[in-house]
Nanobody, 119 residues
Framework: QVHLVESGGGLVRAGGSLRLSCAAS????????MAWYRQGPGKQRELVAS??????TNYADSVKGRFTISRDSGNTVNLQMASLKPEDTAVYYC??????????????WGQGTQVTVSS
């Protein structure tokens, strides 16, 4: 079992910055990838940014140049968000793909953290 715990959400004014963190713990042999998704009011969940174990990153067009995903030397993934816009308001979810056995990669989700950007 793997647990993902997010932190860092909150209320910020447009143009401001926030940093989200997600710490993974539990039983796994390695991390294949980690990502941040978000789900705004009345919208489907969408990928915001992802990072592979080798460091390759991918961003949604809507956040390119404003958000940065990174991993520390441990099991934490961060999302640095700058120049925030009201349309970035959403519940942000951490996601990770973990090697839980030699042949198995399992997907896990965090509980979500609210980010609200006021205009």
């Amino acid at each position: 079992q793997v647990h993902l715990v997010e932190s860092g959400g909150g209320l910020v004014r447009a143009g401001g910055s926030l940093r989200l963190s997600c710490a993974a713990s539990g039983s796994f042999f390695g991390i294949v990838s980690m990502a941040w998704y978000r789900q705004g009011p009345g919208k489907q969940r969408e990928l915001v940014a992802s990072i592979l174990s080798g460091g390759l990153t991918n961003y949604a067009d809507s956040v390119k140049g404003r958000f940065t995903i990174s991993r520390d030397s441990g099991n934490t993934v961060n999302l640095q968000m700058a120049s925030l816009k009201p349309e970035d308001t959403a519940v942000y979810y951490c996601n990770g793909a973990f090697r839980t056995s030699i042949l198995l990669v399992t997907d896990y989700w965090g509980q979500g953290t609210q980010v609200t950007v006021s205009s």
